[in-house]
């Protein structure tokens, strides 16, 4: 019930492409959905987040899908660069009261030249 | 307004030490969430703490573990008699009274067991 599930686990795409992450869910009461990305050597940063009350959001290059219906959301960076690469967790909580944040077991982006 | 401050950033223990990972929390932070990350391995959520209470201390392993969050001072996450499985990186997270949104994590503690 608490688990954020995700896939790929390895990506590994050309610069100028479009990385596509996605994540599945089960607890319906979850309405808090980040991305965090993490460089090595670094803690995770939380790059975007989505509530299900939209279906998508956009900040610069990266976008968030969400649909509720069927509990996915997903992750798609447009025009990814080298400096895209690092690994990236979705995750879920129950944003608006005291809870923690469960994450997914990450993907590793590569982007190539 | 300074992060999440994590200290040390490495530590290095024998087999059977102790060790002690301290967290000071983003200003206006009330809230602490400690993470485990092995290598190569994900974010696993140990123990959820506020000043002075332990609110969720599902995924803290059941002997050698403790955390506090004191009324004055850091959070300390403290391992007794470490053992080479415990080498990994842990990370404290904190958030906002009355919500995990603006949940922000720390560098992080190397911990090796040598």
């Known amino acids: 019930q608490q688990q954020v599930k995700q896939s790929p686990q390895s990506l590994i795409v050309q610069k100028g492409g479009i990385s596509i992450i996605n994540c599945a869910y089960e607890?319906?009461?979850?309405?808090?959905f980040p991305w965090y990305q993490q460089f090595p050597g670094k803690g995770p940063a939380l790059l975007i987040a989505i509530r299900p009350d939209v279906s998508e959001k956009k900040e610069g290059r990266f976008t968030i899908s969400f649909n509720k219906s069927a509990k996915q959301f997903s992750l798609h960076i447009m025009d990814s660069q080298p400096g895209d690469s690092a690994t990236y967790f979705c995750?879920?909580?129950?944003?608006?009261?005291?809870?923690?944040?469960?994450f997914g077991p990450g993907t590793s982006l590569s982007v190539i030249p | 307004n300074a992060g999440v401050m994590q200290n040390p950033r490495h530590l290095v223990r024998r087999r059977g030490q102790e060790a002690r990972l301290r967290c000071s929390p983003m200003k206006g932070h009330s809230h602490v969430y400690w993470y485990r990350q092995l290598p190569e391995e994900g974010l696993k959520f140990m123990v959820y703490l506020q000043k002075e209470n332990i609110i969720d201390e599902s995924g803290m392993p059941k002997e050698r573990f403790s955390a506090e969050f004191p009324k004055e001072g850091p959070s300390i996450l403290r391992i007794q008699q470490v053992v080479r499985g415990d080498s990994a990186a842990y990370f404290c997270?904190?958030?906002?009274?009355?919500?995990?949104?603006?949940?922000?994590f720390g560098s992080g503690t190397r911990l090796t067991v040598v």
């Open positions: 997270a904190s958030s906002p009274p009355y919500s995990s949104y603006g949940y922000t």
């Open positions: 995750a879920a909580s129950m944003g608006a009261s005291y809870d923690k944040v469960i």
């Open positions: 607890n319906t009461a979850f309405d808090y």
